[in-house]
């Protein structure tokens, strides 16, 4: 019963009282262990002549002294819930990560091992989270990771505070991330180390690989300041040890940090990039290349190490390595005997733990979502979306989230729901500060280590400051929400700098992204639906500053059903069933597509309005679906206030496009949107231009 969770999946094994019990091996066996990882990853990046040895060289015995001594996993069931989350954040040293779980009996055999880099293998360039057992997050973004073991430190203590009670400890583990130079020159590092030392998350231990060397050389060239007082700033504890190779020194270091409970760790270890390399130790030129098999041969050689067979893990290494499996099993075994003493004790909770942890939504958690009339308008999609959060709010616990520094304007809080804040890890409502990207990458870490519903907002212009992680939920289809308000130059006096104009274009062309902008305060209703509901991949919500009329369902009973669907006939011409062209509005531009729907037919022109709020649902809709709504041969014109870009490939060259291709400007909402003609006129104007132009080709033809 030892294997019985997979991702996180409780089953209620006989109890175990196993303990934790590691065996400290001998210097030399340390020795022959590291080197084993050491060359492991040497073999590799020289096999795929590509790849990065230095960091796995310098870092091996680090990295050793961790998963040796401290780390909590069981290579056999790699996402038991209560297991330590180590993340190498510095992803581009990922062939010691995959050495480390070939050894420790992850599902890596040593063929994938020598397949790395190749298309297809489990040893990919970069980790990649989903496709390697033991691959927590996907790295090589620098900074990235770090942050994502931010979220992960936050997701641990907000589940113990919510599950855990006197004498049941079933939330209960460390996160550890390794980093190098590079993750700690980007901003993100002080972004996310920022709000770690604020929260006081003192589970989270950070490996820092102190090499001195980056691509271009020495760090000498740009990173000179004191790193341990920047972090000692933030409120962590920092700690240096000056010999990487000693394990006993760094397992120390471990100790101490994880006995220091209050303040996240920072441990600054002299690694030596390329260690053992006569020729490459200590510079740039380890970094990013195979050591050139002359250099290989004199590191072995240097180190006393087989030149051949390449690939060569010693019998003695492998079965201290393969402790793992047994300690991993005991743990694993100990944990499923507590959380068994748990659920007797409260077995609701024990269940609701289980439902969370394999993002299972609760009975009826939609029953509750509010209808709104016309009554209710003029009402800002942003308003409209606050509400529906503190309804989901209260029937999801596990929804957890807040915004950069934005909550009165994004609406983005839980009522009664508290702050998320050291005094009080049960808040649910988070202050990221004005952090975006540090925001969404923690975002990703609460994803990824489940437990909660993770989501984050700020004015739709400030998602670039987080596009990388966005990016990397995608990748990841990681099923975090994102809430950007203030979508259009509708917003008003702020000017350019706040008007987004490309931001639209450019979230729906990231593979995996769901983009919803919604037209009314029904549509976005339903498009908190599709949030809720979907399980892989992230949403993003697009919605106004300004108000907008309530679609009354009596009007518009299509809406629940069609905003799935990414795009639905909202109203249909009112003369002939073909209508004479379409119009195809998102957000707030569905109100004007209405309106000139109405005045078209008054000039016998009938015009069917589709709202489209997700160009990505509606793209991923059947033929058949998509002929119904758009059928071939009718002429189709587009209202988004934003750019252009992208509508003609999506919906084919039979389109015009009233979109924006410039910057907006400082004025009111109202005016900006005459001026850039969005306006009942223009849209008409439009509608007969295409219209003529389409007669004047044929008469050509
Ligand atoms: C955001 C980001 N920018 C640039 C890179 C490309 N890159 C990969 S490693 C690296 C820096 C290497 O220095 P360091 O982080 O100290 O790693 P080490 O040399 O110790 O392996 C860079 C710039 C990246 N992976 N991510």
Known sequence: MLNSFQHGKVQHAMASSATLVTTIASPALDNLCINTLRFLAVDMVQKANSGHPGLP?????????????????????????????????????????????????????????????????????????GKTPGVEATTGPLGQGLANGVGMAIAEVALAARFNRPRHKIVDHFTYVLVSDGDLEEGISSESGSIAGHQHLGKLIVLYADNHITIEGSTDLTFTEDRMARFAAFGWHVQSVEQGNDVAAVALALKKAREETDRPSLIAVRTHIGFGSPHKQDTAAAHGEALGVEEVRLTKEALEWPVSPSFYIPDEALEHFRGAVTRGSAAQAEWVSRFKAFAQEYPDLASEFQRVIDRRLAADWDAGLPTFTSADGPMATRVASGKVIEMLGSRLPEMMGGSADLGPSTHTSIDGAGSFEPEDWTGRNMHFGIRENAMGAILNGMALHRGLISYGGTFFVFCDYMRPPMRLAAMNALPVIYIFTHDSIG???????????????????????TV??????????????????????????????????VLDLKSYPSIPAGVPLGGYVLADSPVTKRPDIILIATGS?????????????????????????????????????????????????????????????????????????TFGASAPGKVMMQHYGFTVENVCKQAHHV???LKEKASCA
């Open 589 to 661: 531009e569905v109100h004007l597509a209405l309106e000139a729907r109405e005045r078209l037919a008054e000039e016998n022109l009938p015009a069917r309005v589709v709202s489209m709020p997700s160009t990505n649902l509606f793209a991923a809709q059947s033929d058949d679906y998509r002929e119904k709504i758009l059928p071939t041969g009718v002429p189709l014109l587009v209202i988004e206030a934003g750019s252009p870009v992208g509508w003609q490939s999506f919906v084919g060259p039979r389109v015009a496009v009233i979109g924006i291709d």
């Open 491 to 513: 917003m008003g006096e702020d000017g350019p700098t706040h008007q987004p104009v490309e931001q639209l274009v450019g979230l729906r062309s990231i593979p995996g992204m």
């Open 691 to 693: 219209l003529d132009q």
């Open 57 to 129: 060289m310098g870092s091996a015995a680090m990295a050793y002294a961790l998963w040796d001594r401290s780390l909590k996993f069981n290579p056999r069931d790699p996402y038991w819930p209560d297991r330590d989350r180590f993340i190498l954040s510095a992803g581009h040293g990922c062939a010691l990560l995959y050495a480390l779980l070939h050894v420790t009996g992850f599902d890596l055999p040593l063929d994938e091992l020598k397949m790395f880099r190749q298309w297809g293998s489990r040893t990919p360039g970069h980790p990649e989270y």
């Open 516 to 549: 919803l902008r919604p037209a009314d305060a029904n549509e976005t209703v339903a498009a908190w639906r599709v949030a809720i509901g979907r399980k892989r991949g992230p949403v993003a919500l697009v919605l106004t500053r300004q108000g907008l009329p």
